[in-house]
């Protein structure tokens, strides 16, 4: 049931967006002071659940179906039990008894009660040490490779992971929309059906009342930068040797061209010549 433990501060492991590891900070006491009341969670996460059926099932009684409006046979004299009309539940092709209808499966769940079920998910979280502080997501356009290189560093590639921003950071949800196993939110709009989904939820500091400072943010862009930078002039000496090269690969079919038609010319001379001979030959002996 309720499992209320007081008199002791939750701490969580904090790290940059880069995945630099920094100093674990104490969560706040208003949020993570150790409540965890299942029945409450079952109750929300239930609710949320049926909230998301659209309950478009649908199903035809008698008086719907097509056809069956005149009597099968007679009542009297066949011998066979009488019958008023081929759309009856028990004829085949007939009406639906107690089939469903569209309606509604929507749950309302109190505001406090929602409240403590969205506070015990993230109390039951933070004790499992499953949830994890960014001191910020600062990002200028989105950058998928960006955040699931944060995801690997932290060692968290192959869990679901819930990324929970200080406020809406579309730029965030972007970077993280292809990726199968990140969702990203903004903190205010979490619930507890999306905390549990989720195996390591990171929360972005501001939106705890933490804010962090950045560190080592502008180092680690830098050194990502540099071998960058170092690839270009080696990729340019790589271009001058390979350009000799390819020059002379398409000048090698233009000069086997110019032997082969040297070659022709040659032959056709050499053919002349001979039938040139035979002629005048032909001429003296006929004098």
């Known amino acids: 049931m309720a499992d209320n433990t007081t008199g002791t501060s939750l701490q969580a492991a904090a790290y940059t967006a880069q995945g ?4 674990s900070v104490p969560l706040p006491d208003a949020v993570f002071d150790g409540t965890v009341n299942m029945p409450v969670m079952h109750q929300a996460v239930k609710a949320y659940l049926a909230n998301q059926r659209q309950g478009n099932a649908a199903t ?32 085949v092709g007939g009406g639906t008894v107690f089939g469903p209808i569209p309606r509604s499966y929507a749950q309302y769940v109190p505001r406090q009660v929602r409240a403590l079920a ?6 039951a979280r ?4 499953a949830l994890v502080v960014i001191d910020r997501f600062d990002y200028d356009a ?35 929309r292809n990726l199968p196993t990140v969702h990203v939110m903004p903190y205010g709009d979490v619930s507890t059906y999306h905390i ?3 195996d390591v939820v990171l929360i972005e500091s501001g939106a705890l009342g933490n804010g962090l400072e950045p560190m080592a943010e502008e ?17 340019k000496k790589a271009a001058k040797k390979a350009a000799p090269a390819k020059a002379a690969a398409k000048k090698a079919p ?22 040139a001979k035979r002629g005048a030959k032909k001429k003296r002996g006929g004098k």
Do not use: C
């Open 20 to 23: 630099t590891a920094r100093d």
């Open 60 to 91: 035809k009684i008698r008086k719907y179906v097509i056809g069956g409006n005149q009597k099968p046979w007679k009542q009297k004299g066949t011998g066979r039990a009488r019958q008023g009309s081929t759309r009856a539940p028990h004829w």
């Open 118 to 123: 969205r506070k015990s998910a993230l109390n």
């Open 126 to 129: 933070a004790r499992e040490n």
């Open 142 to 176: 989105p950058r998928t490779s960006r955040l699931a290189a944060l995801v690997d560093r932290l060692g968290y590639g192959d869990q679901k992971v819930l990324i929970l921003t200080d406020g809406v950071k579309p730029n965030v949800f972007l970077s993280g």
């Open 196 to 198: 549990l989904w989720s």
């Open 219 to 235: 180092q680690a862009e830098e050194q990502n930068a540099e071998p960058r930078a170092s690839r270009r002039p080696a990729a």
């Open 254 to 275: 233009a000069k086997k061209a110019a032997k082969r038609a040297a070659r022709k010319s040659t032959a056709k001379k050499a053919a002349k010549r001979p039938t």
